[in-house]
């Protein structure tokens, strides 16, 4: 049997993870020199509070030992792996989960680099699921998600810059946005890094511009934030009538409210026909 490893970054529930088979390891955070252990996305408590009261933050990547006694483990059960981790761009994970599986000999264990965060490695982990009760192979799999990533697509904004700049996860941008001029920059995942891609002028220019970012003939579609729920909620709204579909309504954990900020207002989604059908998994994904 293929089991999904994840990290915790991908922002998903216990009931989730239970019915897509998908064990989470977690990550870590301080907060005033208090460690915390990142859950599950609905089992953080009101964290967000926690966050705002204090400038002493700090995250951690899920850690080499966690993934080895994870991998150990269901090695020994007889299972293959398949982990599916945050962008090697942001943070260690990936590598600890590569390191791990190196010493374990690699045989049966693929760890992907996702290029993504959040719902972006939610909406692989449910292709890969797809998939994986279909019958493929954990090759032919961990195939299919390396030409998936580059089909998922990401973009965000944030009216105060400085999480993003103590984070580290983003090259210079000049100092007044989002400050003196009220400007709202806008922000993609290219190649797994964080980029600008423009700027907003105000909250609801921000609003156009994230709806106007995805496309009507999107799938997968979701809208994600730390505090600002009901500015979400009026984005998915206004999605859900363009693109005459669901649209997921998600809060992200602590880590990426961390280094993203509280006000930050995502959307995510798959490209139109970007899963594989039956006849492009048996001619371009062969084991």
């Keep these: 049997m293929i089991v999904i490893v994840t990290d915790s970054s991908a922002c998903i529930t216990r009931q ?6 998908v064990v989470c390891v977690p990550m870590t955070y301080t907060v005033a020199g208090t ?9 953080n408590g009101n964290y967000t509070e926690l966050i705002a009261g204090t400038k002493e933050l700090h995250t951690s990547q899920s850690s080499a030992a966690t993934f080895l006694r994870i991998f150990s483990g269901l090695r020994n059960l007889s299972h293959e792996i398949l982990c599916l981790n945050i962008s090697s761009r942001l943070s260690g994970t990936f590598g600890n989960a590569s390191m791990c599986a190196r010493e374990l000999g690699g045989e049966g264990i693929r760890v992907i680099d996702t290029q993504s965060s959040a719902g972006g490695i939610l909406i692989m982990i449910k292709e890969a699921r797809r998939l994986i009760d279909l019958g493929y192979s954990l090759d032919q799999v961990a195939k299919a998600m390396m030409h998936m990533r580059d089909r998922v697509r990401v973009v965000f904004s944030v009216a105060d810059m400085m999480p993003l700049r103590r984070s580290g996860r983003l090259g210079p941008v000049r100092q007044s946005i989002g400050t003196i001029l009220n400007l709202r920059p806008l922000f993609t995942c290219k190649e797994g890094a964080v980029v600008t ?11 156009l511009s994230l709806i106007k970012s995805v496309p009507a003939d999107a799938e997968e579609i979701m809208v994600q934030y730390a505090c600002e729920r009901k500015e979400a909620e009026s984005i998915a709204k206004a999605l859900e009538e363009k693109c005459s579909k669901p649209v997921q309504l998600r809060q992200i954990g602590p880590v990426l409210g961390i280094h993203l900020g509280l006000d930050v207002i995502g959307t995510i989604w798959l490209e139109a026909n970007s899963r594989l059908n039956e006849l492009e998994m048996s001619r371009d994904f062969k084991k």
């Excluded at 989730?16 to 088979?21: D, I, M, Q, S, V």
């Excluded at 891609?197 to 609003?207: F, H, I």
């Design 197 to 207: 891609c423009g700027v907003a002028r105000g909250r609801n220019e921000q609003r």
């Design 16 to 21: 989730e993870a239970r019915k897509l088979g």
């Design 35 to 43: 460690m915390y252990t990142e859950r599950f996305v609905n089992e």
